[in-house]
C-alpha cells in the first residue's frame, strides 16, 4: 500500500512537470516556429549553398586547373618496323601519362567580381533567411495574441455564465418558497441563456485560434499546447520624435533594403566584368608526359618500363593570349544588357527605400493612433465595468428587468473585447516600429 502510494505520488508529480513544460510563453512560441519552420530549414539550406558558391569562386580565381591522364592502347597487324623499314605483323603495347595544370592570369577581372559577387550573394542570402525569421516571429506573435484575446474573453463570457446560472437556480428557489415570480425566473432563465451562448461563441473562436497558433508555430495539431495567459497591461507609449531617425536607419540597415543593394552592387560587378572583355584572357600552363612502348612478341628487346618512363619525359611550359576580334557584336550587346540591368538594380533599391521610408512612417502613425485608441477604450471598460455590476445588483434585486440588464451586459462585453483588441494591436504594431529601429521581434521578448 505504502508502495502504491509513493508511486502514485511520483506519478502526478512527473504529469505536473509535463504539464508545466507545455505552458510556454510567447517567447518560447516564437523560438518554438523560428526552430521548426519548414520555410527557415529551406532558407538555412540556400544559405549553405552560397557558402559553396564562395568558396568555388575563391578556387577558381587563385588555384590552378590540373588534369592527369593515362592510357594503355594494345595494337595488332602489320606495323613497319623501325630498324629494318621493312612490314611485318606485330603486337604492341604503347602506354601515355601525361599531367597539366593552367591557371588564368587575366581574363577582365572576372574571377575578382565572381568572388566580390559571390560574397554578396552569400550575405543577400543570410538577409533573407533573417527576415524569414522575422516573418515568422511576427505572423506567431499576431496569432499568439489572437489567442491570448479570445481566451480572456471566454474566460469572461465563463464568468458571467456561471453567475448567470448561480442567479438562475437562486431565484427557482425562491419562486418555489413564493418570494419570486415567474417573470423573475423568465428574466434570469433569459439572462443565463445569453450568457451561455455567448460563452459558446467565444469558446469556439478560442479553438480555432488555437489551430491558427499551432499552424503558425509548425506544431503538431495532434499535441496539446497551453500557452502562458497571463496579461501584462503595462505600456510605453511611443511619440513621433524619432521617426525620422527611425526612418533613415531602416532604410539602409532593414533586411529587405540590404537585399536590394547587394543586387545592385553584383549588377555594377557584372557591368564592369563585361567591360574588361574587350582586353584579352590571359592564360599560364605548365604539362608532362611520358610514354612506354613494347613488342609483344618480343618483349626482352625493349628497354624496361622504369627507363623508358625516364628517358621519355618531356615538360613544356607557356602562356597564351586570346581575344575575340569579331563576334557578331555579343560584347557591345552584352555591355548594353549589363547597364541596363544594373540601372534597374538602381531604381528597385531606390524603391524599396522609399518603401521602407513610407513603412515606418506608417507604422509611428498607426501606433500613435492605437494608443489613443487604447486610452479610450480603457477608460470605457472600467466605467461599463462599474455600471455593468450596478446593473448586475439592481437585476439580482429585481429592480431592473431583462432588457435593461441585457444592454449593460452587451456594453459591458463589448468595452472589454474593444480594450483587449486594442491593446494587443498595440503591442503588435509597437513590436513593428522596434523592428524598424533594428531590435528583431525575439529580442523584444
Aim: charged share 25%; aromatic share 12%; net charge neutral.
Amino acid at each position: 500500500m505504502k508502495a502504491l502510494i509513493i508511486s502514485s505520488v511520483i506519478l502526478l508529480l512527473t504529469a505536473q512537470q509535463v504539464w508545466a513544460q507545455e505552458v510556454m510563453t510567447l517567447k518560447q512560441c516564437v523560438e518554438y516556429a523560428v526552430q521548426n519552420s519548414a520555410n527557415v530549414q529551406v532558407s538555412q539550406e540556400q544559405n549553405k549553398q552560397q557558402s559553396t558558391y564562395k568558396r568555388d569562386a575563391w578556387l577558381n580565381a587563385f588555384t590552378p586547373r590540373v588534369s592527369a591522364t593515362a592510357q594503355i592502347q594494345f595494337s595488332t597487324g602489320r606495323q613497319a618496323d623501325l630498324e629494318t623499314n621493312m612490314w611485318k605483323d606485330q603486337k604492341t603495347e604503347n602506354d601515355n601519362y601525361s599531367l597539366n595544370a593552367e591557371i588564368t592570369l587575366f581574363d577582365g577581372f572576372n574571377n575578382l567580381n565572381n568572388i566580390k559577387r559571390a560574397k554578396n550573394l552569400q550575405l543577400s542570402s543570410e538577409e533573407s533567411l533573417k527576415e524569414k525569421k522575422e516573418e515568422i516571429s511576427l505572423n506567431t506573435i499576431q496569432y499568439f495574441y489572437n489567442l491570448l484575446y479570445y481566451t480572456k474573453m471566454t474566460d469572461i463570457a465563463q464568468k458571467q455564465m456561471t453567475d448567470a446560472e448561480n442567479s438562475l437556480t437562486k431565484v427557482r428557489r425562491e419562486f418555489e418558497l413564493g418570494t419570486k415570480s415567474a417573470r423573475d425566473v423568465l428574466d434570469k432563465e433569459s439572462a443565463q441563456a445569453e450568457a451561455e451562448l455567448t460563452y459558446t461563441k467565444y469558446n469556439a473562436q478560442k479553438s480555432n485560434a488555437l489551430l491558427q497558433l499551432k499552424t503558425a508555430m509548425f506544431y503538431p495539431q495532434d499535441q496539446n499546447l497551453a500557452i502562458n495567459t497571463t496579461i501584462n497591461e503595462n505600456i510605453d507609449l511611443y511619440t513621433q520624435s524619432d521617426v525620422a531617425q527611425t526612418a533613415s536607419y531602416a532604410a539602409e540597415n532593414n533586411s529587405q533594403s540590404l537585399i536590394k543593394k547587394y543586387n545592385m552592387e553584383n549588377r555594377l560587378k557584372e557591368l564592369n566584368t563585361e567591360r574588361w572583355r574587350f582586353l584579352p584572357s590571359i592564360n599560364a600552363f605548365a604539362g608532362w608526359n611520358t610514354t612506354h612502348g613494347v613488342d609483344l612478341d618480343n618483349r626482352d628487346a625493349a628497354p624496361s618500363f622504369s627507363e623508358q618512363f625516364k628517358n621519355r619525359a618531356g615538360k613544356w611550359v607557356g602562356i597564351s593570349a586570346r581575344i575575340d576580334l569579331y563576334n557578331r557584336l555579343g560584347k557591345f550587346s552584352r555591355v548594353s544588357r549589363a547597364k541596363s540591368e544594373y540601372k534597374i538594380a538602381t531604381y528597385e533599391y531606390k524603391i524599396k527605400q522609399r518603401e521602407i521610408d513610407d513603412e515606418v512612417y506608417g507604422a509611428y502613425n498607426e501606433l500613435e493612433q492605437q494608443a489613443k485608441q487604447l486610452e479610450a477604450s480603457r477608460k470605457a471598460a472600467e466605467l461599463n465595468q462599474k455600471y455593468f455590476d450596478l446593473a448586475q445588483k439592481r437585476f439580482e434585486l429585481g429592480l431592473v428587468n431583462y432588457i435593461e440588464y441585457d444592454q449593460a451586459y452587451n456594453k459591458y462585453l463589448e468595452s472589454q473585447a474593444n480594450y483587449y483588441n486594442a491593446l494587443f494591436n498595440y503591442r503588435i504594431k509597437a513590436a513593428v516600429v522596434n523592428y524598424y529601429k533594428g531590435e528583431s521581434f525575439s529580442q523584444q521578448l
